[in-house]
């Protein structure tokens, strides 16, 4: 199935101070690129997105100093985990590459703690890009 639209997903946490700023993010750019899908990722559908299309995600990311752009989910470390409910973002990607669920993805990563005001103008510019090169 073909689409037109590129999907963003963005990802965090709305009650955790610092993981909730990809999330501030869907408003503002859906405005600026209305032709394109930005809504809130839920890990459960990842896979079946996955394999439907190319996506993009979008997500803070400790351990970075500047928004970056990562194609390959061997980059992210590992996440500590106490039990089964402490998987990140970086987990889930890991364990739907591993069942083969997994088409091309990239993330686009947000350093924990960024402004919002930075964090926004610097993702725009990498949805520009990635906007850009599809067409």
Do not use: C
Not at 81 to 91: S, V
């Amino acid at each position: 199935m073909q689409f037109k639209k590129t999907l963003f997903l963005f990802f965090g946490n709305p009650v955790v101070r610092g993981d909730e700023l990809a999330l501030s993010l869907i408003e503002p750019l859906s405005r600026a690129f209305p032709e394109h899908e930005f809504a809130e990722g839920n890990v459960d559908e990842l896979g079946e997105l996955a394999r439907e299309r190319e996506l993009v995600l979008i997500d803070v990311v400790k351990g970075i100093g500047r928004v970056t752009v990562f194609e390959d989910v061997d980059a992210f470390a590992e996440a500590p985990r106490i039990t089964m409910h402490d998987a990140d973002l970086g987990t889930e990607l890991k364990l739907l590459e591993k069942a083969e669920m997994l088409g091309k993805i990239r993330v686009i990563g947000i350093p924990w703690g960024y402004p919002e005001k930075k964090a926004l103008q610097e993702v725009e510019r990498e949805v520009e890009k990635i906007i850009s090169a599809k067409s």
